[in-house]
């Protein structure tokens, strides 16, 4: 008796998944890139895992040991809230737009940011 089977995944459905996936990442990078140009930090930040978190902190005007506050579980909720708030502000954009960075259309937002007319105003903690 022979009981071995064999069964064959068709990994082609996974090509179009990715391909999409790899579009909303690059889609992603170029829009960060030129948010990060914009505000004087330098472009390719925006490829760099835990260094364009650091990036977008400077950005916002929050110091950079607030990095250690996204690791720690629900305080990283609130603190990324608080980030894309400032950030948003840094661009002269309202609470409501920093909420849409943070939330599912963020690749939308950055590129609003990048290459509409936004102009990068400095944190707004230091305009105040």
């Given at each position: 008796?022979n009981y071995?089977?064999?069964?064959?995944?068709?990994?082609?459905?996974?090509v179009?998944?990715?391909?999409i996936?790899?579009?909303?990442?690059l889609?992603?990078i170029v829009?960060?890139?030129?948010?990060?140009?914009?505000?004087?930090?330098?472009?390719?930040?925006?490829?760099?895992?835990?260094?364009?978190?650091?990036?977008?902190?400077k950005?916002a005007?929050?110091?950079?040991?607030?990095?250690?506050?996204?690791?720690i579980?629900l305080?990283?909720?609130v603190?990324?809230?608080?980030?894309f708030?400032d950030?948003?502000k840094?661009?002269?954009?309202?609470?409501?737009?920093?909420?849409f960075?943070?939330?599912?259309?963020?690749?939308?937002g950055?590129?609003?940011?990048?290459?509409?007319?936004?102009?990068?105003?400095g944190p707004?903690?230091?305009?105040?």
């Amino acid at each position: 008796m022979n009981y071995e089977t064999t069964t064959a995944v068709d990994s082609s459905a996974l090509v179009v998944p990715a391909i999409i996936g790899g579009l909303f990442g690059l889609l992603t990078i170029v829009a960060m890139w030129k948010v990060f140009t914009k505000a004087g930090k330098p472009g390719w930040a925006a490829i760099i895992p835990i260094y364009n978190l650091y990036v977008l902190l400077k950005i916002a005007g929050r110091p950079g040991w607030w990095l250690v506050l996204f690791i720690i579980p629900l305080v990283n909720i609130v603190v990324a809230f608080i980030v894309f708030v400032d950030v948003a502000k840094s661009f002269g954009k309202g609470a409501a737009f920093g909420i849409f960075l943070l939330g599912f259309f963020s690749i939308i937002g950055y590129a609003i940011l990048g290459f509409g007319g936004a102009t990068y105003q400095g944190p707004a903690a230091a305009r105040a």
